[in-house]
């Protein structure tokens, strides 16, 4: 199946720093990509979606400026957490769909866990 | 907004003993789609199911999608340690690619 690889998969920062999280499709050119944050046992919440070329769309309550998101190529979306304070810390999981329409599976990077101390 | 809805949040069973999971959606979906994820892992996609009424199986894993397409079960028959994880249905947002995700269930297994 598809691969994507997320990158850092850990990282520990402190705060008030930004942290920038990457995320890319290795076999597959992606127009959308997705970012979710998922709290302990907790489910996974849409944040954004990411669309190459343009700007990101943002759920409900989620802020832009707090959360950049770059799609700057078919394969590589960024998400930066600016400013990054303790309540941050969660773990930040990008999706892509490999084929364009509806009916279709998505594909996971591996997730990074971000502690912000 | 559209939502869908999972139960049970936690299930611990012995090993051997069957498990279930519900999902119900506010809306119709096009297709249901399941995941797994084990502890300290990703989603990993399981299986799509489109059609209404539509049954499929992998090994002891039988998904079913309801006839009004607005709900889906998950049913594992003689768990295994190796099914422990928490199990998320999804759906997909009418008229969009993002998927709205279930609260998952978490199934926990005593050997």
New interface residues.
């Given amino acids: 199946g598809a691969v994507v690889s997320q990158h850092p998969s850990r990282v520990i920062c402190k705060s008030g720093t930004s942290v920038k999280i990457e995320c890319r499709s290795l076999d597959f050119q992606a127009t959308t990509m997705f970012w979710y944050r998922q709290f302990p046992k907790k489910s996974l919440m849409l944040m954004a979606t990411s669309n190459e070329g343009s700007k990101a769309t943002y759920e409900q309550g989620v802020e832009k400026d707090k959360f950049l998101i770059n799609h700057a190529s078919l394969t590589l979306s960024t998400l930066t957490v600016t400013s990054a304070h303790p309540e941050d810390s969660s773990f930040y999981i990008c999706s892509a769909l490999p084929h364009k329409g509806h009916d279709t599976e998505a594909f996971f990077g591996q997730g990074t866990r971000l502690t912000v101390v | 907004g559209q939502q869908v809805m999972q139960i049970p949040q936690y299930q611990h069973v012995q090993e051997g003993e069957d498990f279930t999971t519900y999902c119900n959606s506010s809306t119709t979906l096009?297709?249901i789609?399941w995941y797994k994820q084990r502890p300290g892992?990703?989603?990993?996609?399981l299986i799509?199911l489109?059609k209404s009424g539509e049954v499929k199986k992998q090994k002891r894993l039988t998904f079913q999608f309801g006839e009004a397409k607005k709900n889906s079960s998950l049913h594992i028959t003689a768990t295994q340690t190796t099914d422990v994880g928490?199990y998320?249905c999804?759906g997909?947002i009418q008229g969009?690619?993002?998927?709205?995700?279930?609260?998952?269930t978490?199934l926990t297994i005593n050997p």
């Fill in positions: 096009s297709n789609q892992g990703h989603p990993v996609f799509q489109v928490t998320f999804a997909p969009a690619q993002k998927l709205v995700f279930g609260q998952g978490r």
